[in-house]
């Protein structure tokens, strides 16, 4: 079976989750750049037991809770059309 691993001691960007980045690289809310564990890798175990800080996931399960959004640091706030308001 395949997990992500959630920080769940302060593992919250707004109300997303943040996982373990591939490579170890820190922690993302990003689905896609989140590393992906099998249950017989050694690192698994290691993460998974080190003092209760994370928590494994199934992935099937949290790819189906996955929802789309827009994050604003990509956006051009120059481009936003002006729109005015009419009854």
């Not at 992500?4 to 689905?31: M, P």
């Not at 929802?67 to 640091?73: A, L, N």
Request: one cysteine or more; charged letters at 30%; a negative charge.
């Amino acid at each position: 079976m395949e997990y992500y691993i959630q920080r769940h001691a302060s593992g919250y960007v707004g109300n997303c989750l943040l996982w373990w980045r591939k490579g170890g690289h820190g922690y993302t809310c990003d689905l896609d750049d989140a590393e992906v564990f099998d249950d017989s890798d050694s690192n698994f175990a290691r993460i998974v037991d080190e003092e209760s800080k994370y928590k494994a996931w199934a992935k099937q399960y949290i790819d189906s809770a996955a929802q789309r959004h827009v994050s604003c640091e990509y956006l051009n706030f120059d481009l936003t059309p002006t729109y005015t308001y009419k009854e």
